[in-house]
């Protein structure tokens, strides 16, 4: 094995900066994975990217960037409990301190111990020739999984499929998502796959709906402006949808989530960042409706979500539209940044 590797910092001021980092070894506990994928989240550019943003969870120690990764196990350390060299893994992406309550949840995504530490965060993340990984932080993948479904898991797909289990969307729903970009056609695809009997999908960029369009995923796909709430309520008898996903992360997205729903409806926020402007009465309290918020999810979910995906015959990289190497890493993020794209990924040898 080469003693040195390219890994991918993000500086800030929207720039990629590719650096030699030492190959590192796993101690007690840990594997190194040889990447495979590497996909980008919007938080990565949201927090990271454009400008280091983000604070606490989602402060950046100027580490190997990447937080969606999946590769093979290519070397152990001591005392493994479960995993071997040779085993195709994602990573649940935050190491929590694995004592407090949350973590014992698995919501290591919750965990307030300074230990804890988000890869691609805190600590080197994806975006390298290697990476470096608590052994219980490793996710399985079946084989029928891609290693860009397996990416797609770590975090978009896993935190949608904890939303849409969070509003217990069913065989008796139908589904609004508002905002498609790689969550919203995540949460489109995992709420059919509960069984929702009609899933409807808006956006305001054309580029994303004709994706939605062309990936074949909603019965439905319409421009979120003012006539949306209107044209979700005529394809639903004039009353709305049971649940929605609002993905968009701005009030107008927000809003409409919460007015394309009928009374007693549930909605999820998994759009990060932004704010909500509603009317307290006619939008929540006279419809007799919930509205929820949900970050990431834990390891059980993101582990059952692996074992169903081959059951669904799901594949999360139907919504890669564009592929880039690590030296292209550059590209990758301004494509992601300019936002007329599905999911983007990382792919390696
Ligand atoms: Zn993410
Ligand atoms: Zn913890």
């Known amino acids: 094995m080469a003693q040195t590797m390219i890994g991918a910092v993000l500086p800030g001021n929207s720039t990629v900066e590719l650096r030699e980092f030492p190959v590192p070894h796993p101690a007690q506990g840990q594997v190194l994975i040889k990447m495979k994928a590497s996909t980008i989240c919007g938080s990565d550019i949201r927090a990271i990217y454009r ?13 190997i960037s990447g937080h ?35 973590c014992r949840m698995g919501y290591q995504i919750s965990c307030t111990s ?62 609004l998502v508002v ?21 409807i999908g808006a956006d305001v960029v054309p580029e994303r709906i004709a994706l939605a369009e062309k990936l074949g995923i909603a019965d439905m796909v319409i421009r979120a402006d003012e006539n949306a709430v209107d044209k979700v309520r005529e394809a639903t008898e004039g009353l709305g949808c049971e649940v929605a996903v609002d993905c968009s992360g701005v009030s107008a ?35 007799q409706k919930t509205v929820f918020g949900s970050w990431v999810t834990n390891l059980a979910n993101a582990e059952d979500l692996v074992e169903r995906m081959p059951r669904w015959n799901m594949h999360p990289d139907v919504t890669c539209t564009h592929r880039f190497s690590l030296d292209q890493a550059a590209d990758a993020y301004r494509t992601m940044d300019e936002g007329k794209c599905g999911k983007v990924a990382i792919v390696f040898d």
């Not at 983000?54 to 950046?60: H, I, L, N, R, S």
């Not at 990476?131 to 896993?158: K, N, R, T, W």
């Not at 905002?179 to 899933?199: H, I, N, Q, Y």
């Open 114 to 175: 300074p230990l804890r530490a988000a890869y691609g965060w805190q600590r080197d993340g994806g975006n390298a020739t290697y990476c470096l990984a608590e052994e219980a932080d490793c996710i399985a993948m079946p084989d029928s999984m891609s290693y860009i479904d397996g990416s797609c898991v770590a975090c978009g797909f896993g935190t949608c499929y904890e939303a849409i289990r969070r509003i217990g969307v069913s065989g008796d729903d139908t589904a």
């Open 68 to 102: 969606e990764p999946s590769g093979e196990i290519v070397e152990v350390g001591a005392d493994m409990r479960r995993f071997k060299v040779g085993d195709r893994v994602l990573l649940y992406h935050i190491s929590g301190c694995g004592r407090c309550h949350e």
């Open 253 to 287: 997205g927000r809003q409409l989530a919460v007015r394309g729903t009928r009374r007693w409806g549930r909605i999820v926020f998994v759009g990060e960042g932004g704010t909500i402007e509603l009317n307290t009465s006619p939008d929540l309290i006279h419809d």
């Open 51 to 63: 400008e280091h943003l983000g604070k606490g969870p989602e402060g950046y120690r100027g580490v």
């Open 179 to 199: 905002g498609l970009g790689p969550m919203g056609l995540a949460s489109l695809m995992l709420a059919r796959a509960r069984g929702a009997t009609k899933v």
